[in-house]
């Protein structure tokens, strides 16, 4: 892995996500001090998350609660389609270069411009995740998606419609 990338992605995983847990498996506190406009509770199964299109309106923050039932570790990551397909190339990367643990790996912010922007949470097998994140006003389509390698090509991935 080249060093530039290994600073950033330790750089990353220094930063704190808006009332989210975090890219891991540490489900620590929210910041309940962020007003919730909506909650919506998905289920990541083995390939898949139900429901597959969500509509929010610009603005909402929303709180999402991701069930795994699935046998495998995956992870829910709000972005646009360009940066969700060069956090898969990441992530391949990664899990090729020296057996990295994935789900070590961070990104937080709310924005969806760039991997390490992207809203996100790793859900274990059998455990419930969540993350807490407002629409912009400013884009009218993003995707959710598992970007564990095979997983979003297997169908982890939904569309994510921001209307008024």
Known sequence: MHKAL???LLSLASTTALGSAGHGSDNSPLDTSQPIDRTITLEAGDMWFTPD?????????????????GKLEHE????????????RAMMREMASSNGHDMSASHH???????????????????ETATLVWTAPEDI?????????????????NGDLQIKG
């Open 108 to 126: 937080h912010d709310n924005g969806q411009d760039s991997p390490a922007s992207m809203p996100s949470v790793t859900v274990l097998p059998g």
């Open 53 to 69: 299109k969500l509509e929010i309106a610009p603005g909402q923050t929303v709180k999402f609660n991701i069930t795994n039932t």
């Open 6 to 8: 290994l600073v950033a």
């Open 76 to 87: 829910f990551v709000i972005g646009n389609p360009k940066a969700q397909a060069e956090h």
């Open 140 to 156: 009218e389509a993003l995707e959710f998606a598992c970007n564990i390698p095979g997983h979003y090509k297997a169908g982890m």
